[in-house]
């Protein structure tokens, strides 16, 4: 199975990607991820 999603908080590495799809993988804050999916605390 591969992956669709990279959930990272970090920033200083991966912060020009965020909200962008690269090869393949979308690249989110986990909260975003969260908020997009539905699938946070209500």
Do not use: C, N
């Amino acid at each position: 199975m591969d992956a669709t999603h990279l959930l990272t908080g970090d920033i200083a590495h991966f912060g020009s990607l965020l909200g962008k799809w690269f090869e393949g993988v979308l690249v989110l804050l986990p909260g975003d991820y969260l908020s997009r999916t539905g699938k946070g605390a209500r």
